[in-house]
């Protein structure tokens, strides 16, 4: 017998490669990694990459159908909804074809279509006696986690995204008395989300009647063994839990957690004093924090004193790097960065996260006032309303509202660009931050840039144009003293994003009379300022380089209507539903008969 063998001539070298050097690059070329927490980013082309390479040729789908980590990221979508049927036939395709790989599961049943109006909650309307029915109901979630439940063991990212209640509290109720008896032992990211941030303004829960009860409640559960012991990511937007078990959970993690994000929730649904503290004191090893529009339940105003009692001390948070707070009142926010203790932050970012409807603007001075010195200013008594009196250890200082500094019979000025006081301020090692809405005067926000001295990039989001003018350095009003107060000495990166429409020309005016004026009293230069502007106020981009300064200024376009903290969406569509149809693949006979139970299944 006479064997022949093709000349590897006529082959492309592509096939000539060994099969584990191939999977491997179908593995790298399926999923795109999130850098921040090492997961792959699911959406609608990551999870069609798969079928595209497995119709090249019977190599390629062979190798592909023989690799499961291409099969492992599993999307499910409103998309997939046909004639008020959920099709489950690619969700149970890759389940099979992903073997006993991790699974990485987002579940978006959000709708472009929304108006916002909800059964159960205030304000609906009925239209016409018809009632809104999203594409992707509770029955269909109902569908899709009783398919994933089985799974449950290799489950390593879990995200549900939806716009009402009613679609997360099915999918939650499914999911609990599993969670709860046997756990999920290869979680390591969990993202609820309830995509409504307006319902959380309200002081009660709705729709009411499905307010509990709450996910991971171990109460009717008699064996608490390690239930999520590698979960590092936490995210719970608009979705609560029963907190003082998650804390138990999370205290016998083998683990805790690296990133922890509380937002959205209604006053009735939010932790106690007590509940969140013993939940920050299981996390010391988070690295990233996000606490807007929650956090602790908390009086408006208590006089002006600590929140804290003697036998609750501020949790040490010492790998606290990156932190995000929303805060709805000045005392709300005040009350979070008292329970925490995490002098090694270098990224803040605050934001005003009030009502966007509210009357009166939220005048944060008291809060940045608290974040430099830790001490509360109280209005001075007299006939001066406009005047603060800070209280710090070394003394009072009065500051004006039009931006000079009054000594006070009782203590000398207090330079609050020096040491002292950065090392008494909230994050003293603070080199990024971002200033998103936030309203105060510009004293107050001079005030406190000028306690920022590790500064070195700063962002200002929706706010004036006028803000910018806290940068400008300004002689200090002190007894035969020259010198000049320069806010964040150090600071080399400054970025503009939404700002209120002005002229681009006074923005030029105004940063380069605050670069050129810090770079004359020998400030740190500042080497690059980006300002982002849609295209209707600036329809060509630019750049600029500041003469005798050296800073470069940059005219970035960007779409209006995007913004980063919207999740991307997942979308499938027809040709992702027909691929997995038998016969879906054209002219493969071979194919069909192979892997056609497998995709009737």
Known sequence: MVYTFPDPRCFPLIQMLPVELLSYIFTIATHEVDEDKGFPIIDSETIKTPLILSRVNHH?????????????SICVTGALVHGGQLNTTHLSTYLALSQNHP??????????????????????????GLIYEPPFTPTHMCTAISLLLPHMFRWRSLSILTDSWAQMYVGLREIQPFITAYGA????ALTLMRC?????????FAPSDMRL???LNLSNTTTHHNLLPRLRHLTLRGVHVDWSSLSYILSKADHGLSSLDLSSHCLDVRPTLREFHQLLSHCPDLTGLVVKGSGPLVPDDNGGTSILSKDIQPVNLPRLRDMVLGYRSTFEGQAILEIID??????????????????????AGSLLTYIMTRNTPEPMRGDHDSVFIYTTPDGEIAVDKDDFVIPTPKSPIVDLSNNSVSSRAVFPQLRDLTLRGVKAHEADIHHFLNALQH???LEFKNMPVQSLRALHPQRALIEDSGAMLCPCPQLQYLCIRKAEHAPIEDFF???????????NIGGSALQSIDIYVDQTWCPVENVIQLANVGTTVKIIREDSLFDEDDFMDCDTDSDLDSAFEVDGMPNDSIFDVRYGGILSY
């Open 342 to 363: 995490a002098p090694h932050v270098e990224s803040l970012t605050l934001d005003d996260d009030s009502h966007p409807s509210a009357v009166e603007d939220l005048n």
């Open 196 to 204: 409504n941030d307006f319902i959380s303004y309200s002081h009660t």
């Open 509 to 519: 005016f105004l940063v380069g009379a605050v670069a050129r004026e810090r770079f």
């Open 455 to 457: 500064l070195r990039r």
């Open 185 to 188: 032992p290869c979680l390591e």
């Open 60 to 72: 390629w789908r062979n190798v592909a159908h023989e690799t499961p980590s291409l099969w492992s």
């Open 213 to 215: 009860p709450a996910f």
């Open 103 to 128: 699974l990485d599961v987002l579940i978006d049943a959000r709708d472009e279509q929304w108006d916002f109006q909800e059964p159960g909650v205030e304000d609906f309307v009925e239209h016409e």
